[in-house]
């Protein structure tokens, strides 16, 4: 049983920070790849970010040099640092486990509840 348990969310001013958090737990974490991806009321859920279990990694256009996304496998946990963020960047964002190092939607198999990322302007 695979589960994923995304922290970190919240309010913040448009040119703020915040850092998401995602334990997973129940598999091999160090030897897959976990992604974020988000989802926008009205819109489809989209990737944000993914990196693979040797570190590799692609991003969003729309996050590229803003967003970072790592990984610490003695905890189990992944992390997306968010900074300059825009207030086209609200939205819901989950964490996805078991995968491939993509972006497009249904590419992984496991994911988290969410956490709520609304940036004011």
């Known amino acids: 049983q695979v589960q994923l348990a995304e922290t970190g969310g919240g309010l913040v001013h448009a040119g703020g920070s915040l850092r998401l958090s995602c334990v997973v737990s129940?598999?091999?974490?160090?030897?897959?790849?976990v992604a974020w991806y988000r989802q926008a009321p009205g819109k489809e859920r989209e990737g944000v970010a993914v990196?693979?279990?040797?570190?590799?990694?692609r991003y969003a256009d729309s996050v590229k040099g803003r967003f970072t996304i790592s990984r610490d496998n003695a905890k189990n946990t992944l992390y997306l640092q968010m900074n300059s963020l825009k207030t086209e960047d609200t939205a819901m964002y989950y964490c996805?486990?078991?995968?491939?190092?993509?972006?497009?939607?249904?590419?992984?198999?496991?994911w988290g509840q969410g956490t709520q990322v609304t940036v004011s302007s």
């Open positions: 996805a486990a078991f995968g491939s190092l993509s972006l497009a939607p249904g590419s992984f198999r496991y």
């Open positions: 129940g598999r091999a974490f160090a030897s897959s790849c």
């Open positions: 990196i693979d279990a040797f570190g590799n990694t």
